[in-house]
């Protein structure tokens, strides 16, 4: 079992930046593909960012590139999400996962939210006008 939380939520100002945090225990970390993922109310969830099991490959949805950032730490079993300029159409829910498949990162799945197979339970991020 792999358990994912996620932190640093919360509300900020258009133009702002949040950090979030995503900590795993229990089972394998290292070895996995970790994305991030976010939904907002009334809308189907949307990939954010996904990052490689070394960490030597990142992919961003295209309204995030240059303005987030995903890194992992796998001595510490967390991912981050660096988010800045953010805008009142970032504002969502947040959720970290972990790939199904080790040693797996191809675009075409890890932009897909059914090649996760463990999800955190989010964390709310509110970005006002």
């Known amino acids: 079992q792999v358990q994912l939380v996620e932190s640093g939520g919360g509300s900020v100002q258009a133009g702002g930046s949040l950090r979030l945090s995503c900590a795993a225990s229990g089972r394998t970390f290292n070895g996995y593909t970790m994305g991030w993922f976010r939904q907002a109310p009334g809308k189907e969830r949307e990939f954010v960012a996904a990052?490689?099991?070394?960490?030597?490959?990142?992919y961003y949805a295209d309204s995030m590139k240059g303005r987030f950032t995903i890194s992992r730490d796998n001595a510490k079993n967390t991912v981050d999400l660096q988010m800045n300029s953010l805008k009142p159409e970032d504002t969502a829910v947040y959720s970290c996962?972990?790939?199904?498949?080790?040693?797996?990162?191809?675009?075409?799945?890890?932009?897909?939210?059914?090649?996760?197979?463990?999800w955190g339970q989010g964390t709310q991020v509110t970005v006002s006008s």
């Open positions: 990052i490689s099991w070394k960490g030597d490959n990142t």
């Open positions: 996962a972990r790939s199904s498949r080790a040693y797996a990162f191809t675009i075409a799945t890890m932009i897909r939210f059914d090649s996760y197979g463990y």
